[in-house]
């Protein structure tokens, strides 16, 4: 499975941003998205379960990301409200082989190349 992700950019605080991963092929297993910022470890942002009926998220990022899928288009969405300096970072959308919703980076057997968030106070 190939993941390409897309939709990253330069926004304001209290901004929004769509980010999009299309998946190469039709995959009825858990998918998420990761961030990492300069000099930190990749961290866990949200997980969508296979059928979309069942989502997690990071508390810091709870109430203002909402991560939703397609499975008849294969895409996965990640759409990001209130943006804050601290979302700047490369976002990564990841697919796994099971079921889910998964929280950990371990559970995810695919990734994407990443898009750069950047959010300017």
């Known amino acids: 499975v190939q993941l390409q992700a897309s939709g990253g950019g330069l926004v304001q605080a209290g901004g929004s941003l769509r980010l999009s991963c299309a998946a190469s092929e039709r995959a009825y297993y858990a998918k998420a998205w990761f961030r990492q910022a300069p000099g930190k470890d990749r961290e866990f942002v949200a997980a969508?379960?296979?059928?979309?009926?069942?989502?997690n998220y990071a508390d810091s990022v709870k109430g203002r990301f909402t991560i939703t899928r397609d499975n008849a288009k294969s895409t996965v969405t990640l759409q990001m409200n209130s943006l804050k300096p601290e979302d700047t970072a490369v976002y990564y959308c990841?697919?796994?082989?099971?079921?889910?919703?998964?929280?950990?980076?371990?559970?995810?057997?695919?990734w994407g190349q990443g898009t750069q968030v950047t959010v300017s106070s």
């Open positions: 990841a697919s796994g082989t099971g079921r889910g919703p998964f929280l950990v980076s371990s559970q995810y057997e695919y």
């Open positions: 969508i379960n296979w059928n979309g009926k069942s989502t």
